[in-house]
């Protein structure tokens, strides 16, 4: 049972536009989300989190949305650029630990 | 610092056979998660060891075991291997501060079965 959806498997961005990537949860008790970002033969790193307290986290060009209502939230990338070319996963914790619920990832693909 | 260690990188299997990775987490952390990588499913949560104990399991079947020792090295096994767990495994090592964000993977181990 998928709890957290990325139902986007790929967005196509021209170098310097804003890439919007989508995530929809199903379950009401998360609290805390996270993207991560991963390149080909890498494992995923950490890039912006976000508190369900909050509606809006900035961390130089990306920028995280939580829709706590609409249980969506979007990662935004202003200006994008080509070396953000990856997969992004969204993800949220599982009831304890540190174990996370990742989507199933949208990979970007910024042209110049 | 060194990052989180997976080995080996990449493996051949058959199917029946049995594997076993290995994952070493960055020196200090006490808490090791394994993922399973695949094209149709995505990233999902296999089981976390802290110091020494399973923590969490995610919904897979008993054919997926794990371990981890008193270094915080961990292993994982997969018994009677089938087609379908060829996949990407991924390790993740984290602080115990509580902090998501401290979660880091590594390169992970490719295991194709055929």
């Known amino acids: 049972d998928q709890q957290v959806k990325q139902n986007s498997p790929s967005l196509s961005v021209q170098e310097g536009r804003i890439s919007i990537l989508n995530c929809d949860y199903t379950?009401?008790?998360?609290?805390?989300f996270l993207w991560y970002k991963k390149y080909p033969a890498e494992g995923p790193t950490f890039l912006i989190s976000?508190?369900?307290?909050?509606d809006k986290n900035e961390d130089g060009r990306f920028t995280v949305f939580l829709n706590k209502s609409a249980k969506h939230l979007s990662l935004h990338i202003v200006p994008s650029q080509p070396g953000d070319s990856a997969v992004y996963f969204c993800a949220a914790p599982l009831n304890s630990g540190y174990a996370l619920n990742f989507g199933k990832g949208t990979s970007l693909l910024v042209t110049p | 610092k060194a990052g989180v260690t997976q080995t080996p990188r990449y493996l051949i299997k058959t199917r029946g056979q049995q594997v076993t990775l290995s994952c070493s987490p960055i020196?200090?952390?006490?808490?090791v998660s394994w993922y399973q990588q695949t094209p149709g499913q995505g990233l999902q949560f296999l089981f976390e060891?802290?110091?020494?104990?399973?923590?969490n399991k995610g919904n897979f079947p008993g054919r997926f075991s794990g371990r981890q020792f008193s270094n915080s090295r961990s292993e994982m096994n997969v018994s009677t291997l089938e087609l379908g767990d060829s996949a990407l495994y991924l390790c993740a090592s984290s602080l115990t501060s509580g902090v998501q964000e401290t979660q880091y993977f590594g390169p992970g181990t490719r295991l194709l079965v055929l």
């Open positions: 379950n009401s008790m998360f609290d805390y």
């Open positions: 020196s200090g952390h006490r808490s």
């Open positions: 976000i508190s369900s307290i909050k």
């Open positions: 060891y802290f110091s020494e104990t399973q923590r």
